[in-house]
Structure formats: structure tokens, C-alpha cells
């Protein structure tokens, strides 16, 4: 699954879009329609939106709707290894059995040229955090976005992940402290949400809108189909 996120602060937005489902489930042509329509949504937003920072997920899906958002941003992509898939079993398989792996920065510029071979991932992944719980993959998220933050140094941002990343990482934004508290439902894939914040103000994040898929072909106007981690599945 993938997703693209969109944040801002006011003075910095922060973007996050769900974009499909499993490798495999979606035909890479119609993948592709759909992440141009994203890139399309977000970077026709105001001015004072836009995102100036786009960071991807290390694997090939993901990568790939993300260059083409930072292509239409004229921006350089972030390869983040921090918002790798949530590390389970089952959604790092593909439906012929094969299991998924991401690629390396080397492997992905010479596939996707706007690619920042300089940035510095905030998480490196290692065997001994699989397999993950939700707990886990949130700690993960945070310490992601933690070291996103700081990179991107108030500059608005644009995030694309994989479905459970990117709800972990709202849930974050969200600032509550239990995920019964959250209001976040069920995620529709190829939808972006947006969060902001007053950078003079309080530094809460603000949720603008969730799951936002207008900017999809007809058949897909309700997103490619809903997703959610357990904890959110109200």
C-alpha cells in the first residue's frame, strides 16, 4: 500500500496520500494516471501551501508517485527509510507469494533522476524490528516525522508512505494520546490529507482535510477502497 501525505505550518504545510492498496492489486498504468492526478491536486494548491519537501518510502511504488509529485513540484525527492511498509508478514508480499523489498537510494536515482542522493534517512530499519505491532509502527512513525521535521526546517512538506505508515504518522499529527481518542477512520487509498500549524502559534497541528479524493478518475472518485490499522477501525 501507498500513500501521500501533505502538511502545513502556516508559513509550512504538510501533505499525506493513501494511493493503493497491495503491489500487484492495481495495473502500473492506471498507478501511474493516479499518482499524476495527486501530483496534479497538490501542486496546483495556493502558493502558500505548496510543499517544497517531498520524502518517499525506499520502495519502488512509492518512489515513483513520488517523483512524479516532486517533478511537478521542480523539487528533489527524499528517500526516507524510516517510512518503510508496516513490517508484517502479509503486506510485504505481493499476491504471487513474492516477497517485496525496497531499493537501495543508488538503485532508485538510476530509475528516478530527482532523487537528493545527499539527504540522510532520520530511521534506518533493521532485522530486529520485524515483525511490528501498532505500537511499534507509531513509535517508528514518530521518530520518523521527528527527524522529517527537523530536516525540512519549517518548509512545507509532502509525505509519501504506505497506508499503515502514513495513518500511524496522522495519528502523530493528531496530537491525542490514545488511539481511542483519535477520530482518524478508515483511510481511503489515493486520498491526501492535510495538516497544518500556526508557527507562531501554539504548534499544534491542525487537520484541514482527511482523505481527500476528488482529484481521482470517475471510478475511483471514493478512493481506490478503504484501509485502516486495527486500532482506528471504529
Not at 147 to 172: K, M, T, W, Y
Not at 173 to 191: A, H, Q, Y
Not at 219 to 233: A, I, R, T, V
Amino acid at each position: 500500500m501507498h500513500c501521500t501525505g501533505f502538511f502545513r505550518s502556516v508559513d509550512s504545510p504538510r501533505q499525506l496520500v493513501a494511493h493503493s492498496s497491495k503491489p500487484g492489486d492495481i495495473d502500473p498504468t492506471v498507478g501511474i494516471v493516479h499518482a499524476e492526478a495527486i501530483a496534479k491536486q497538490i501542486s496546483t494548491s495556493p502558493s502558500d501551501v505548496l510543499p517544497t519537501k517531498v520524502y518517499s518510502s525506499p520502495f519502488l511504488r512509492t518512489t515513483h508517485t513520488a517523483s512524479i509529485l516532486a517533478t511537478s513540484l521542480s523539487q528533489q525527492l527524499n528517500v526516507e527509510e524510516g517510512l518503510y511498509e508496516y513490517l508484517i508478514p502479509s503486506l510485504l508480499i505481493d499476491r504471487s507469494e513474492t516477497r517485496t523489498y525496497p531499493r537501495s537510494v543508488d538503485e532508485l536515482k538510476l530509475i528516478f533522476d530527482n532523487i537528493d542522493s545527499s539527504y540522510e534517512k532520520s530511521v534506518e530499519i533493521t532485522p530486529e524490528m520485524f515483525p511490528e505491532d501498532e505500537e511499534k509502527l507509531i513509535k517508528r512513525c514518530r521518530n520518523t516525522l521527528n527527524g522529517i521535521l527537523n530536516d525540512a526546517s519549517g518548509e512545507n512538506i509532502a509525505i509519501v508512505a504506505h497506508a499503515p505508515c502514513v495513518q500511524a504518522l496522522a495519528f502523530v499529527l493528531e496530537g491525542v494520546d490514545t488511539t481511542e481518542e483519535s477520530k482518524l477512520e478508515k483511510w481511503p487509498l489515493g486520498g491526501i490529507t492535510r495538516f497544518s500549524r500556526d508557527v507562531g502559534g501554539d504548534g499544534k497541528w491542525q487537520m484541514d482535510f482527511y482523505g481527500l479524493t476528488q482529484h481521482l478518475p470517475d471510478e475511483y472518485k471514493l478512493g481506490l477502497g478503504l484501509w485502516s490499522l486495527p486500532c482506528f477501525d471504529k
